[in-house]
């Protein structure tokens, strides 16, 4: 079965900056949109950005644009989501999921999720 | 950026009721509309894509049907595992956006 495992979540100033990953596996990760997409806690959930298979193509929400930035290293199976100049309202869990084969925004599959809490 | 609305925002219902959770775009979307299930501390589980088609493993008791602007998520018959968090979602244009969510609880 297909496998995302996010890390890198933590506790951070505002103003500061973290880096989360996924780590993919039992699929053929280079061929999927991948995308991140949150959860503040007790809300709804969020996308926030996504990146096409090749990594030609990316988009983020509007209120991430240049402070976040989503990345894939397909000879690692890797997705990460540096993000910077952290606000409370980034505050969420994080999961990284994978849309279907050959569509760009229907995620149909979920990582577990990390937590990012920013600290005012 | 499109706005979805879900109603209603809350839900209680019995173990072998018939429900319906109804999601209202704030513009056409034509059918790129999914629903998702989400309980309790876990991530979201797709159930039905392009407004009516079900995924894979997903029970046939849940059902998705609309296009344009009106979309509904059928479950014809509440089992115990049902009671969660369900959104919609559009995929017509970027921004993809959720609808903020329909929680259904047990009566």
């Known amino acids: 079965e297909e496998q995302l495992v996010e890390s890198g979540g933590g506790l951070v100033q505002r103003g500061g900056s973290l880096r989360l990953s996924c780590a993919a596996s039992?699929?053929?990760?280079?061929?999927?949109?991948m995308h991140w997409v949150r959860q503040a806690p007790g809300k709804g959930l969020e996308w926030v950005a996504n990146?096409?298979?090749?990594?030609?193509?990316?988009y983020y929400v509007d209120s991430v644009k240049g402070r976040f930035t989503v990345s894939r290293d397909n000879a690692k199976n890797s997705l990460y989501l540096q993000m910077t100049s952290l606000r409370a309202e980034d505050t969420a869990v994080y999961y990284c999921?994978?849309?279907?084969?050959?569509?760009?925004?229907?995620?149909?599959?979920w990582g577990q999720g990390t937590l990012v809490t920013v600290s005012s | 950026d499109i706005q979805m609305t879900q109603s209603p925002s809350s839900l209680s219902a019995s173990v072998g009721d018939k429900v319906t959770i109804t999601c209202r775009a704030s513009?056409?979307?034509?059918?790129?509309l999914n629903w998702y299930q989400q309980k309790p501390g876990k991530a979201p589980n797709l159930l039905i894509y392009a407004a009516s088609s079900l995924q894979s493993g997903v029970p046939s008791r849940f059902s998705g049907s609309g296009s344009g602007t009106d979309f509904t998520l059928t479950i014809s018959s509440l089992q115990p595992e049902d009671f969660a968090t369900y959104y919609c979602q559009q995929t017509y244009s970027i921004p993809t956006t959720f609808g903020q969510g329909t929680r259904l609880e047990i009566k």
């Open positions: 513009q056409s979307i034509r059918s790129y």
């Open positions: 990146i096409k298979p090749d990594g030609s193509e990316k």
């Open positions: 039992r699929f053929t990760f280079s061929t999927y949109w």
């Open positions: 999921a994978r849309a279907r084969a050959g569509a760009m925004d229907t995620v149909d599959y």
